[in-house]
């Protein structure tokens, strides 16, 4: 996720987590690192007392895992951009190379847009603090393969602000990304949204879809890439050691004990059954692809996100 300092990202991550962090009921995110854990919870539970959390003045990287009824699914890097930096830089700054770098290695962006900058600011102060941020996104773009769509999705932050949403969309700011949107939506290389989301003493309200919407366009092609390499895991594993997986010899010596060392053919088939693991997690997650696309429709219909 990238956005200007103050954006409200890391809100937005608490937020996330406070509500599908641990959940054992449909799609979830954990983190083993439990200083994280506890930190991004406490944030949450700050916010919801009215005390928001200070500025995030490194660039912090989650490791989250995706669950689903609570098994952990996937591995999943979350990598939160220290928005102060964007404002203070030049197009061939390292800092801006390194985020045009950091997004075209990504499966997915969610750019945060301060939703109280996009109704107030000018044209003048939009093109002062939005210029690079979109120059580096059109630029990440260009670079991306067009084999499936990169998923963008703009979330208009502090929704609480306002009594009605339409405010948002109908921004200055808002309106100074559409020459991009227009790009997405011509293109084949990437899929776009805009929400709206709010995370406040009021409540928290808005923040699955960037997420779901992630996932969703981002997976397929992490899933395609991934189950390839296990396939030709398992064929080099098979050729190797033929019968693997229905090795007697195997079970045998673990039930009388093979001393203190591992044999490599067991060791073979210990790899192999994470393998298998991983592949059946894999196919899990392709599974739930069309009712996560149901999801996003209906949210279309609703128009609680704007597809493009
Ligand atoms: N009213 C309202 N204010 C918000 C919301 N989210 C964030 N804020 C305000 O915006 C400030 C910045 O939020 P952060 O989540 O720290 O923003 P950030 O993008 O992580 O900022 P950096 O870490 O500096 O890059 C907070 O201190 C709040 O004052 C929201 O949903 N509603
Ligand atoms: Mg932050």
Partial sequence: MVGHSSSG????????????????????????????????KMIAHDIRLGKYPTSTDIASEYNFHLTINGDSIIPFNWYDYRG???????????????????????NALIVFLDGEKIVQSTDDE?????????WAIQKSIGSK????????????????????????????????FMPLIKNIKDGKAAAGMVTACEV???????????????????MSDYIKKRINYLNSEIESYNKLWPN???????????????GSYKTDRQ?????????????????????CQKGMKEQIDSWVEENVILAF
């Fill in 244 to 258: 693997l997986l229905d090795d007697i010899f195997g079970e045998l010596s673990e039930i009388f004990g093979s």
């Fill in 9 to 40: 990202k890391t809100s937005y991550m608490a937020g996330l987590y406070s509500i599908f962090g641990d959940d054992k009921d449909g799609i979830g995110i954990t983190t083993y690192d439990q200083a994280k854990n506890k930190r991004l």
């Fill in 145 to 176: 393969n067009n084999n499936n769509y990169f998923p963008i999705s703009f979330v208009m932050t502090k929704g609480d602000l306002y009594d009605d949403y339409s405010v948002l969309y109908e921004s200055n700011g808002l309106d100074y």
């Fill in 267 to 287: 060791q073979a088939r210990e790899s192999m059954a994470k393998i298998q693991q991983e592949k059946n997690n894999l196919e899990l997650l392709e599974s």
């Fill in 200 to 218: 406040s003493s009021g409540g928290i309200y808005n923040i699955f879809p960037p997420l779901l919407f992630s996932l969703y366009y981002g």
């Fill in 126 to 134: 939009l093109e002062e603090e939005y210029e690079i941020l979109l």
């Fill in 84 to 106: 102060g930096a964007l404002s203070q830089s030049s197009k061939n700054s390292p800092e801006v190379a390194a985020l045009v770098n950091k997004i075209c290695e990504a």
